[in-house]
């Protein structure tokens, strides 16, 4: 009798060893550094292991876990596209990237790898970007440096998503080059 909660405590620690040795991060040598070609819009970016988020997260480890660096390239990818007029490109470059929240690890070892998200610790993004028309023309150019200072505001209980907070980021600026009727070619910092 005593062996059988032995073996199933063995066994779930097992596969938990398991499904953890094989964690991808975004600082792994392998993991890409810019979405495939397709489309009028492409997405690059440079090693996440500079990003602010991994050097002052609170958690570098729990930070680089995942594939979020790709994730977001990718909804910006499809929501610019969904925006471009037919013909117009967008090559955008990932500088740096600061997701919503921060690690607390004076909270203690309980919470080391609990992202705690407050109104004071806010996503922001700085990319470097080229908007042009069918015929080639810039219509936009410049680094942008995308912050959301009012994340929390309108944050739906419904929305589980983990990178929901910078994916609106990503939608707001991607609205705004996209619309007509915008400033064109400015090269300054804005949104």
């Known amino acids: 009798m005593t062996l059988r909660p032995l073996l199933l405590g063995l066994a779930i620690a097992l596969a938990t060893a398991c499904s953890t040795t094989g964690v991808r ?27 602010s988020d991994l050097r002052y997260s609170g958690n570098r480890y729990e930070a680089a876990r995942g594939n979020w660096v790709q994730e977001l390239a990718q909804h910006l990818r499809d929501e610019a596209q969904t925006r471009l007029a037919p013909g117009q490109r967008l090559d955008v470059d990932i500088l740096d ?3 919503a929240g921060m690690y607390e690890p004076w909270r203690g070892p309980d919470l080391d790898d609990v992202r705690i ?16 028309d069918a015929d080639g023309r810039v219509l936009a150019q410049g680094e942008r440096k995308l912050r959301d200072s009012g994340f929390l505001m309108g944050d739906s209980p419904m929305d589980t998503d983990p ?24 090269s300054t910092p804005g949104a």
Do not use: C
């Open 25 to 51: 991060t975004v600082t792994d040598p392998d993991a890409p550094r810019s979405l495939p070609e397709q489309g009028p819009v492409t997405v690059r970016w440079q090693d996440p292991s500079g990003f």
């Open 163 to 186: 990178l929901r907070y910078e994916k609106r980021m990503i939608d707001r600026w991607v609205r705004e080059i996209t619309s007509p009727g915008r400033v064109t070619s400015r």
């Open 97 to 99: 990237i600061r997701r």
């Open 117 to 132: 998200i407050r109104d004071f610790y806010p996503p922001s993004m700085t990319l470097n970007f080229r908007h042009t």
